[in-house]
């Protein structure tokens, strides 16, 4: 089936309506960047022209050293758990599912802050650890579900996550009173932040990025089969067992390089694929791409306002996506309710 000329407009419009919001979160902060020199700034780094002698050395390495690096961080990570998310609400034809209400996220985070702590230097150590035990946690979600609510109702599922990722949380805040000092660091890894991230992250997270979202990208019709359910899946020839492996170690890799990195950020994978889904319809041929635009561009902006809005002090992001996220958490979850 071919994309509608509606369909192609609507994705060009929100394409540019991302990298806007992109744009204003690299030109917004303590020093103001215009858009002519951010253009005359990449032409200096990218093709070696000459910088005009209107743009001071401090706004071409705050521009280039400090604020376009961590924006592009942020959409690269709000990007990745958005995918995950719409992912997931597919593999558990629940809407409410995503990487932070399942405990993904949270033991990931988990996993990241027991090797921050512990005396391993690998550079391995901290994304492996993040993988192992958000994985650990949506399996332990899963068979708890299964083990208290036999047919595994979309609500039990939910439930049993957010539980999980109490305790998972309050096994953080054991580890930040065994580690005193630490403590900022792992306050803000629970908050989640995307101070002093650069360069070297996205040359980690970008070839991972692109290897999974390759991977979820050749499953779309798969997808587009599991929301029917298991059982009119099989009847399709999908093997739903292998698929859904796939789909969740995946979806996995993807939360743990982002939580490694940038610490818990919960709700952008459960608000952006809403707003594609609505948008867009229930195609993951054009949810996925446009749930990667979409959570990229609103993290970015995001990270913005947690800079901006109570400068010079920073608010972690992760609160700022609360704040959006929770009533619009509550707001799905009493709407499905209520049909």
Same mark, same amino acid.
């Given at each position: 089936?071919?994309?509608?000329v509606t369909t192609k407009t609507k994705i060009i419009l929100s394409i540019l309506f991302c990298?806007?919001? /992109?744009?204003?979160?690299?030109?917004?902060?303590?020093?103001?960047?215009?858009?002519? !020199?951010?253009?005359? %700034?990449?032409?200096?780094?990218?093709?070696?022209?000459?910088?005009?002698?209107? =743009?001071?050395?401090?706004?071409?390495?705050? *521009?280039?050293?400090?604020r376009l690096p961590r924006v592009l961080v942020a959409f690269l990570v709000g990007g990745m758990?958005?995918?995950?998310?719409?992912?997931?609400?597919?593999?558990?034809?629940?809407?409410?599912a995503s990487s932070y209400t399942l405990g993904v996220s949270s033991g990931a985070c988990l996993?990241?802050?027991?090797?921050?702590?512990?005396?391993?230097? #690998?550079?391995?150590?901290?994304?492996?650890?993040? +993988?192992?035990?958000?994985?650990?946690?949506?399996?332990?979600?899963?068979?708890?579900?299964?083990?208290?609510?036999?047919?595994?109702?979309?609500?039990? =599922? %939910?439930?049993?996550? %957010?539980? *999980?990722?109490?305790? $998972?949380?309050?096994?953080?805040?054991?580890?930040?009173?065994?580690? #005193?000092?630490? &403590?900022?660091?792992?306050?803000?890894?629970?908050?989640?932040? +995307?101070?002093?991230?650069?360069?070297?992250? &996205?040359? =980690?997270?970008?070839?991972?990025?692109?290897?999974? @979202?390759?991977?979820?990208?050749? @499953?779309?019709? !798969?997808?587009?089969?599991?929301?029917?359910?298991? !059982?009119?899946?099989?009847?399709?020839?999908?093997? /739903?067992?292998?698929?859904?492996?796939?789909?969740?170690? /995946?979806?996995?890799?993807?939360?743990?390089?982002?939580?490694?990195?940038?610490?818990? &950020?919960?709700?952008?994978?459960?608000?952006?694929?809403? $707003?594609?889904?609505?948008? +867009?319809?229930?195609?993951?041929?054009?949810?996925?791409?446009?749930?990667?635009?979409?959570?990229?561009?609103?993290?970015?902006?995001?990270?913005?306002?947690?800079? @901006?809005?109570?400068?010079?002090? !920073?608010?972690? $992001?992760?609160? =700022?996506?609360?704040?959006?996220?929770?009533?619009?958490?509550?707001?799905?979850?009493?709407?499905?309710?209520?049909?």
């Amino acid at each position: 089936m071919r994309t509608s000329v509606t369909t192609k407009t609507k994705i060009i419009l929100s394409i540019l309506f991302c990298l806007l919001l /992109t744009g204003i979160a690299v030109a917004a902060g303590s020093i103001s960047i215009s858009g002519t !020199e951010m253009a005359a %700034i990449l032409r200096h780094h990218l093709f070696h022209a000459s910088l005009p002698s209107s =743009i001071s050395a401090m706004t071409d390495t705050i *521009f280039w050293k400090i604020r376009l690096p961590r924006v592009l961080v942020a959409f690269l990570v709000g990007g990745m758990l958005s995918v995950s998310g719409a992912v997931l609400q597919a593999v558990l034809e629940n809407p409410l599912a995503s990487s932070y209400t399942l405990g993904v996220s949270s033991g990931a985070c988990l996993g990241a802050a027991l090797f921050m702590v512990l005396p391993i230097s #690998a550079a391995w150590a901290l994304p492996a650890g993040a +993988f192992v035990f958000g994985l650990a946690t949506v399996l332990v979600v899963l068979g708890l579900t299964r083990l208290l609510d036999r047919s595994a109702h979309n609500e039990t =599922i %939910i439930l049993v996550g %957010i539980v *999980f990722s109490l305790f $998972v949380n309050a096994v953080m805040t054991l580890i930040n009173v065994l580690y #005193a000092d630490n &403590i900022r660091q792992l306050y803000m890894w629970m908050m989640g932040s +995307f101070s002093s991230r650069g360069w070297q992250h &996205i040359k =980690i997270m970008l070839p991972v990025c692109i290897v999974g @979202c390759i991977i979820l990208s050749r @499953c779309t019709r !798969e997808l587009d089969l599991l929301t029917f359910g298991d !059982e009119q899946a099989m009847a399709m020839g999908v093997q /739903t067992s292998k698929v859904k492996r796939i789909l969740i170690l /995946t979806v996995t890799m993807l939360t743990a390089i982002s939580v490694c990195f940038t610490g818990t &950020i919960g709700f952008i994978d459960l608000v952006a694929p809403h $707003v594609v889904r609505r948008i +867009f319809g229930p195609q993951h041929r054009v949810v996925l791409p446009m749930a990667f635009v979409y959570g990229g561009g609103l993290l970015a902006f995001a990270d913005m306002l947690s800079r @901006c809005l109570a400068a010079p002090l !920073e608010i972690p $992001v992760g609160a =700022i996506m609360a704040l959006v996220g929770a009533p619009f958490f509550a707001l799905l979850y009493f709407r499905k309710r209520s049909l």
